[in-house]
C-alpha cells in the first residue's frame, strides 16, 4: 500500500510537471538584489537556483573547489570563507568548519533555510571559514573521470556506499580544506550519513582523528537496531535482493535529482495546495514527522534540492545494518565475494574505539533513524565520546536538525559554543560553556 501510494504520488509529480514552465533564472545579477533577509524572500527562485547562486544571492562569498578522488571520482566543495554581516574582512585566517550533508542531500542542506537558520551563513557570521562537501554521487559529485553515472548498461559508477564515502571522500575532501585553509585540523559538523561516514573514515583511517579539533553528530547514526520509519523499514527487509535486482535492470543510482522533484515540489507543496500534506508525508516517510518544527512555506524549496541522488548501495548498506544490527563493512552478498573482499566471510564490524576524534552527539526522542538506545550504545563503544546532548524537545526529529524551525536556538547555537570553546581551550573549555546544566556530559571524559 505504502508503494502505491508514492506511485501515485509520483505519477501525479509527473503529469504536473509536464504542465508546467520552468521560472527563469538565467540572469544571476538580476537577482542579486538588495537580499538581507533572514527568511527565504522567494522560495521559487531558490528552489530553482544551485548552492553557489544561492549563496551569492544572499550577498554571501562563495567559493566551488573540486577534488577528484584516488578511484576518481570528481567531488564539489562549496565554501562560504566570511561571513557577510560580521567577521566579513577577506583575507583573515580562521578556524574552519566541515560540514557533511546526510543522505539523498548535498550542500544545500546547510544553506537552505536561509541567512537565518542555514548552519552554513550562521558558523560564517560566527567567525568560522566553512567548508561544506558533497558526497559522491550526489547533484555535485556526479562526476567520475572515466565512468559514466548514466551508462545504459554499466552501473560501475555506482558501485559504493558511505564506506567509500567515508573511506576516500571524506579523507580526500578534508586534506584539500586543510591546505586551501592553510590549517591542520578543522572541526567536523555531520547530520546522519555525514554521521556514519565520519565514524567510518575514524576507523578505517584512523590517522585522519588527529586532523579533527571536534567532530559534532547531529542525529547520529551507526547502529540500527532499534525501531526504525518505515521507509526504511521496507527498505531493510528487500536489502539481500535490493542491489543485485537494481543491477540486474542496469540500475545502480536511488531516485535521482530530477526536473520532476523539482517543478513536483513546486506545484505540489507551494501554500494553499491541496497537495501540500502529501508533501509533508514523502518527508515524515523517510524521516519522521514534527508539525510543530515544520515551516510548510518552504517546501518548495527543500524539493527544488532534495533529493539529490545516492547509490542504491548506500540504502542497502543501510539495510543490512538494520537486519544485522551491528554496524559493519558493506556486504558483499555471498561468502565467497567477501571473503575475497575482507578475508572473512562476514564482512568486518567498523572498530569505534579507533574513532579518536573527540565527538559530540546531538540527539532527539522522536529520531526514527537515530534511536536513543542505538545512539547510547554508538557513545559507549567510541574511543573518546565527550558529550551527549539530548534537544529538549520531545517531538525534534531526524530531518529538524536541518529544517526545524528552531534549529538554531535548540542545537547550532551550543554546536557553536562547543566549537568556539574547543578551539581556545580544547576539552578544559567545555565545562565553561553556557547551558551546561542542560548537557549530559559524561563526568569521567571531560
Ligand atoms: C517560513 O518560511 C517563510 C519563507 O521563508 C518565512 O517567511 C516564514 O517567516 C517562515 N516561518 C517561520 C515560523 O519561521
Ligand atoms: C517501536 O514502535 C512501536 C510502535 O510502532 C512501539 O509500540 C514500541 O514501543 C517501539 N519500541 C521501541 C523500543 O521504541
Known amino acids: 500500500m505504502l508503494r502505491e501510494g508514492l506511485f501515485v504520488v509520483i505519477a501525479t509529480c509527473v503529469a504536473l510537471a509536464a504542465a508546467r514552465t520552468p521560472p527563469q533564472s538565467e540572469n544571476i545579477e538580476e537577482l542579486l538584489k538588495n537580499v538581507d533577509a533572514r527568511y527565504s524572500d522567494n522560495v521559487f527562485e531558490d528552489a530553482s537556483l544551485d548552492v553557489p547562486e544561492l549563496i551569492r544571492k544572499y550577498r554571501y562569498p562563495v567559493e566551488i573547489h573540486e577534488v577528484t578522488t584516488e578511484d576518481g571520482y570528481i567531488l564539489q566543495m562549496h565554501r562560504i570563507p566570511y561571513g557577510r554581516d560580521n567577521h566579513n574582512v577577506p583575507g583573515v585566517r580562521k578556524p574552519v568548519v566541515f560540514l557533511m550533508h546526510g543522505l539523498l542531500s548535498s550542500s544545500a542542506d546547510l544553506v537552505i533555510m536561509g541567512p537565518g537558520s542555514g548552519l552554513a551563513y550562521i558558523l560564517a557570521e560566527e567567525g568560522f571559514d566553512v567548508w561544506m562537501g558533497n558526497a559522491r554521487g550526489n547533484y555535485y559529485s556526479r562526476r567520475h573521470v572515466r565512468l559514466n553515472p548514466d551508462a545504459i548498461l554499466s552501473t560501475a559508477f555506482w558501485r559504493f556506499s558511505w564506506d567509500e564515502i567515508g573511506n576516500i571522500d571524506l579523507p580526500t575532501m578534508i586534506d584539500y580544506a586543510l591546505e586551501k585553509s592553510g590549517q591542520e585540523r578543522l572541526h567536523y559538523v555531520g547530520h546522519s550519513q555525514g554521521t556514519t561516514s565520519f ?22 547514526v551507526a547502529y540500527m537496531a532499534n525501531n526504525r520509519s518505515l521507509l526504511l523499514r521496507i527498505l531493510a527487509s528487500y536489502s539481500n535482493d535490493i542491489e543485485s535486482i537494481a543491477s540486474l535492470i542496469g540500475f545502480g543510482e536511488f531516485m535521482p535529482n530530477s526536473v520532476v522533484f523539482t517543478w513536483a515540489g513546486q506545484a505540489l507543496c507551494r501554500d494553499e495546495v491541496v497537495f501540500q500534506p502529501i508533501c509533508s508525508n514523502i518527508m515524515f516517510l523517510i524521516g519522521g514527522w514534527n508539525e510543530d518544527q515544520h515551516n510548510t512555506t518552504m517546501m518548495p524549496a527543500i524539493f527544488g534540492h532534495t533529493p539529490a541522488g545516492a547509490s542504491v548501495r548506500q540504502f542497502a548498506h543501510y539495510g543490512q545494518g538494520i537486519n544485522d544490527r551491528g554496524f559493519r563493512r558493506y556486504d558483499q552478498g555471498s561468502r565467497i565475494s567477501n571473503y575475497r573482499t575482507y578475508g572473512s566471510f562476514r564482512p568486518p564490524s567498523y572498530d569505534l574505539k579507533k574513532v579518536t576524534a573527540p565527538v559530540f552527539l546531538h540527539y532527539s526522542d522522536n529520531d526514527p533513524l537515530a534511536h536513543v538506545n542505538d545512539v547510547d550504545r554508538l557513545f559507549r563503544e ?65
Do not use: C, Q, W
Open 382 to 446: 567510541l574511543g573518546r565520546p565527550i558529550g551527549k546532548f539530548r534537544v529538549p524537545l520531545a517531538t525534534f526529529t531526524h530531518l529538524d536538525f536541518i529544517y526545524a524551525i528552531d534549529a538554531r536556538a535548540l542545537i547550532y547555537n551550543r554546536v557553536i559554543n562547543l566549537i568556539k570553546a574547543m578551539d581556545v581551550n580544547g576539552l578544559e573549555g567545555i565545562a565553561a560553556v553556557e547551558g551546561i546544566e542542560a548537557m549530559e556530559v559524561l563526568e569521567d571524559n571531560v
Open 199 to 220: 565514524f567510518v573514515m575514524g576507523s578505517m583511517r584512523p590517522e585522519y582523528n588527529a586532523k579533527i579539533i571536534s567532530m559534532h553528530a547531529l542525529a547520529p
